[in-house]
């Protein structure tokens, strides 16, 4: 009996010393992306720009003398996945906040975690309406918040520029077949239907599997319309630029932020040439913020670094500056989040967030000499403020 | 657009031919569903990929490939299916599903995630009739295996080993009472059922211009449904299923427009034979 209560006590002191130790010194913050698995690409991005930004932050003193400690886990894109990690960020790791490097499906599944724990997460480039707000409750997820466009926004700003500057009345959409191809397609072709372009065909192919595009574009090559827009990621995007080219379609492809990939121009090779992308990622950008951060990705990770990467880095960003604003109360940090106002983000300068959706300009971007380069920017306050969800 | 779609239709079922017949030579002469022959095709696809890079030359890598295939199906025959082959036929069944799963895993970490580019040079050049237009990659597909149909035609029925190997598909120990060296027959069987996987993987590297760990999931099942259609072991039957799949799956898309996911379509089929033709389109009762 004796020796039991002597090894309670050992252990209370123990667990006690630990919890000391950890507690003032490092703050935590969570992050998960899809390290391995299908969408490996974007997850290694995602990784590494935010470790960048943890670099500069942690290199500068940390926030207010203490250091950064961010804790690293790979969803595989799966959302089952996403929701143990979540769990283990609230308990085991008890962060202060989250940054979701992640796509829609895992960014999705946790935000009600998240919510629920009050703990706030900002989501890098996740693109589902879901993420910021909860459909059975019908409210906002007031501790989410996203520095990505909403699918449907970056659609309508696609559509806007496709139609008013593209001069493009007869169009074809052909999407992926999961939330990012369907509110993104959905966004776009209401907007030109709006501004008075033609839709001629609207298809949908398997996600993932498809790999051969060929009966969806000659279908879309028997119309022959002025604009292709193909809602996708890159390996697909990749696909469809180079069967377009190789069947003779010579109508322009616009796409969006799933192309901006160097894998995209990697695999589409020359067919990448003129591809139109609506993006959030301006490299042209001469802030030195962003020329800053394209060079040092560049010598840290021998590539150039993609949207993905440059959304994540900002999500980092937007989280360290709401802790230095509030302090490292999740609730503190929440209220310092709601509070952001012409936020100089390294993708635009974010004017505010409305019910968790960032409010800033649209980038579209044009491959040329095997590079995106900038071709114009959307800023119509019509198009980039995103509808108010009810 | 009806002609371009079925240039689209047929391009696709040959490739899904060529991967077939490996699947159905090897039931037709051991009775093991050979699931990790969709592992063997991918494995031509790197081959070919990595030979691609370090040679330059495509005519070359498509060759290494197949020689690669064609190598990793006869181990797979020699020191995994053999020493199983007195046990119930679930028990190479359940060694072949692990190999393949475990080739899935060792290309992904032996090549990375990512997608690979092939970009080849093919020097082919489109074939373009009025609006009609066969593409270069569909020109190679074609070509490729139209050489390897023949090929495989005139080994079956002009000489001794074809002759022997169908013997052996009807009744291995009847043939092996003739003299014939039934085990040595069962390697050929792997090596040319391999050799196709391995340009299948090859082909489809640069009709996709991609190259990934799993690019074997989907013809893994596909081509099993595929095999089914034709007929277990039936070879001209597993061809003209082949086709018949990839064109009704590129009608379904482009010419009907129905949003249909792809990879049903071999199943549908599938199903509806083994209810109406059990043995399958060409088969005898």
């Given at each position: 009996?004796?020796?039991?209560?002597?090894?309670?006590?050992?252990?209370?002191?123990v667990?006690?010393?630990?919890?000391?130790?950890?507690?003032?010194q490092?703050?935590?913050?969570?992050?998960f992306?899809p390290i391995?698995g299908?969408?490996?690409?974007?997850?290694a991005?995602a990784?590494?720009?935010?470790e960048?930004?943890?670099?500069?932050?942690?290199?500068?003193?940390?926030?207010?003398?203490?250091?950064?400690?961010?804790?690293i886990?790979?969803?595989r894109l799966?959302p089952?996945?996403?929701?143990a990690i979540?769990?283990?960020?609230?308990?085991?790791d008890?962060?202060?906040?989250?940054?979701?490097?992640?796509y829609?499906?895992p960014t999705?599944?946790?935000?009600?975690?998240?919510?629920?724990?009050?703990?706030?997460?900002?989501?890098g480039?996740?693109?589902?309406?879901?993420?910021?707000?909860?459909?059975?409750?019908k409210?906002?997820?007031?501790?989410?918040?996203r520095?990505g466009?909403?699918?449907?926004v970056e659609?309508?700003?696609?559509a806007?520029?496709?139609?008013?500057?593209q001069?493009a009345?007869?169009?074809?959409?052909?999407?992926m077949?999961?939330?990012f191809?369907?509110?993104?397609?959905a966004?776009?072709a209401?907007?030109a239907?709006?501004?008075?372009?033609?839709?001629?065909?609207?298809?949908?192919?398997k996600?993932?599997g498809e790999?051969d595009?060929?009966p969806f574009?000659t279908r879309?090559?028997?119309?022959?319309?002025?604009?292709?827009?193909?809602a996708?990621?890159?390996?697909?995007?990749?696909?469809?630029?180079?069967?377009a080219?190789?069947l003779?379609?010579?109508?322009?492809?616009?796409?969006?932020e799933?192309?901006d990939?160097?894998?995209f121009?990697?695999?589409a090779?020359p067919a990448?040439e003129?591809?139109?992308i609506?993006?959030?990622?301006?490299?042209?950008d001469?802030?030195?913020l962003?020329?800053?951060?394209?060079?040092?990705?560049?010598?840290?990770y021998k590539?150039?670094?993609?949207?993905v990467?440059?959304s994540?880095y900002?999500?980092?960003?937007?989280?360290?500056?709401?802790?230095q604003?509030g302090?490292?109360?999740?609730?503190?940090?929440?209220?310092?989040?709601?509070?952001?106002?012409d936020?100089n983000?390294?993708?635009?300068k974010?004017?505010r967030f409305?019910?968790?959706?960032?409010?800033?300009?649209v980038?579209i971007?044009?491959?040329?000499g095997?590079?995106?380069?900038?071709l114009?920017?959307?800023d119509?306050?019509?198009?980039?403020?995103?509808p108010?969800k009810? | 657009?009806?002609?371009?779609?079925l240039?689209?239709?047929?391009a696709?079922?040959?490739v899904?031919?060529l991967?077939?017949?490996?699947?159905?030579?090897?039931?037709g002469?051991?009775?093991?569903?050979h699931i990790?022959?969709?592992?063997?095709y991918?494995l031509?696809?790197?081959?070919?990929?990595?030979?691609f890079?370090?040679i330059?030359?495509?005519?070359?890598?498509?060759?290494?490939?197949?020689a690669g295939?064609?190598l990793?199906?006869?181990?797979?025959e020699?020191?995994?299916?053999?020493?199983?082959?007195?046990?119930?036929?679930?028990?190479p069944?359940?060694?072949?599903i692990?190999?393949f799963?475990a080739?899935e895993?060792a290309?992904?970490?032996v090549?990375?995630?990512?997608?690979l580019a092939?970009?080849?040079?093919?020097?082919?050049?489109?074939l373009v009739?009025?609006?009609f237009?066969?593409?270069?990659?569909?020109?190679l597909?074609?070509?490729?295996t139209?050489?390897?149909?023949v090929?495989?035609?005139?080994f079956?029925?002009?000489?001794?080993t074809?002759?022997?190997?169908?013997a052996?598909?009807q009744?291995p120990?009847?043939?092996?009472?003739?003299?014939v060296?039934?085990?040595a027959?069962?390697?050929v069987?792997?090596l040319?059922?391999?050799?196709?996987?391995g340009?299948a993987?090859?082909?489809?590297g640069v009709y996709?211009?991609q190259v990934?760990?799993?690019?074997?999931?989907?013809?893994a099942?596909k081509a099993?449904?595929?095999?089914?259609?034709?007929?277990?072991?039936?070879?001209p039957?597993t061809?003209l299923?082949?086709?018949?799949?990839?064109?009704?799956?590129?009608?379904?898309?482009?010419?009907l427009a129905?949003?249909?996911?792809r990879d049903a379509?071999a199943?549908i089929?599938m199903?509806?034979?083994?209810?109406f033709?059990?043995?399958?389109?060409?088969?005898?009762?």
């Amino acid at each position: 009996m004796r020796r039991t209560g002597l090894l309670l006590s050992v252990l209370v002191f123990v667990t006690l010393v630990f919890a000391l130790s950890s507690y003032g010194q490092d703050i935590p913050i969570g992050f998960f992306a899809p390290i391995t698995g299908p969408a490996a690409a974007d997850g290694a991005s995602a990784k590494h720009s935010v470790e960048l930004g943890l670099k500069e932050v942690n290199n500068a003193g940390g926030i207010k003398g203490k250091k950064v400690d961010l804790i690293i886990y790979d969803d595989r894109l799966n959302p089952q996945e996403a929701v143990a990690i979540a769990n283990k960020l609230i308990e085991k790791d008890k962060v202060v906040g989250v940054v979701s490097g992640s796509y829609s499906g895992p960014t999705r599944v946790t935000a009600p975690i998240f919510q629920k724990a009050g703990i706030p997460m900002v989501a890098g480039y996740a693109v589902h309406p879901d993420v910021t707000w909860d459909p059975t409750a019908k409210k906002p997820n007031d501790f989410i918040f996203r520095n990505g466009f909403l699918g449907e926004v970056e659609g309508a700003a696609a559509a806007e520029f496709a139609v008013k500057n593209q001069k493009a009345k007869k169009i074809s959409i052909i999407s992926m077949d999961n939330d990012f191809g369907r509110s993104i397609s959905a966004g776009f072709a209401m907007r030109a239907e709006k501004l008075g372009a033609q839709i001629l065909t609207k298809q949908m192919y398997k996600f993932p599997g498809e790999k051969d595009f060929r009966p969806f574009l000659t279908r879309i090559k028997e119309g022959n319309p002025d604009l292709i827009f193909a809602a996708g990621y890159y390996n697909e995007a990749a696909s469809i630029c180079r069967q377009a080219k190789e069947l003779g379609i010579t109508s322009q492809i616009m796409g969006e932020e799933g192309f901006d990939s160097p894998k995209f121009l990697e695999i589409a090779g020359p067919a990448a040439e003129g591809v139109i992308i609506a993006t959030n990622l301006d490299r042209d950008d001469p802030r030195p913020l962003v020329q800053n951060f394209l060079k040092n990705y560049r010598q840290a990770y021998k590539e150039d670094a993609d949207m993905v990467g440059a959304s994540s880095y900002d999500a980092f960003m937007i989280l360290v500056n709401a802790i230095q604003k509030g302090g490292t109360d999740p609730k503190a940090i929440q209220k310092a989040l709601l509070e952001t106002k012409d936020y100089n983000g390294l993708t635009g300068k974010i004017s505010r967030f409305v019910q968790g959706e960032v409010v800033k300009p649209v980038q579209i971007q044009v491959v040329k000499g095997g590079k995106f380069r900038r071709l114009g920017v959307v800023d119509d306050p019509e198009i980039i403020t995103p509808p108010m969800k009810q | 657009m009806l002609w371009q779609q079925l240039a689209n239709g047929i391009a696709i079922g040959s490739v899904y031919a060529l991967i077939s017949l490996g699947l159905t030579m090897v039931y037709g002469i051991l009775r093991i569903l050979h699931i990790a022959h969709a592992g063997i095709y991918a494995l031509g696809a790197y081959v070919g990929w990595v030979s691609f890079r370090l040679i330059g030359d495509f005519w070359l890598s498509l060759f290494i490939g197949m020689a690669g295939s064609a190598l990793a199906g006869y181990l797979v025959e020699r020191f995994l299916y053999m020493p199983l082959l007195h046990l119930p036929r679930i028990a190479p069944l359940i060694v072949s599903i692990g190999l393949f799963t475990a080739m899935e895993e060792a290309f992904r970490i032996v090549a990375g995630p990512h997608t690979l580019a092939y970009n080849a040079q093919v020097g082919l050049g489109d074939l373009v009739i009025g609006s009609f237009r066969l593409t270069e990659t569909q020109v190679l597909i074609l070509l490729v295996t139209l050489i390897i149909l023949v090929i495989l035609w005139a080994f079956l029925t002009k000489t001794r080993t074809g002759l022997a190997m169908r013997a052996c598909a009807q009744d291995p120990e009847t043939t092996s009472s003739f003299g014939v060296n039934v085990s040595a027959i069962i390697a050929v069987n792997f090596l040319i059922g391999s050799a196709m996987a391995g340009a299948a993987g090859v082909l489809i590297g640069v009709y996709d211009n991609q190259v990934w760990p799993t690019m074997g999931s989907i013809p893994a099942y596909k081509a099993l449904a595929i095999v089914v259609l034709g007929g277990l072991g039936n070879i001209p039957g597993t061809v003209l299923a082949s086709i018949i799949v990839g064109l009704a799956e590129t009608f379904f898309i482009g010419i009907l427009a129905i949003p249909f996911p792809r990879d049903a379509v071999a199943f549908i089929a599938m199903i509806l034979v083994l209810m109406f033709r059990p043995y399958g389109l060409l088969g005898k009762a």
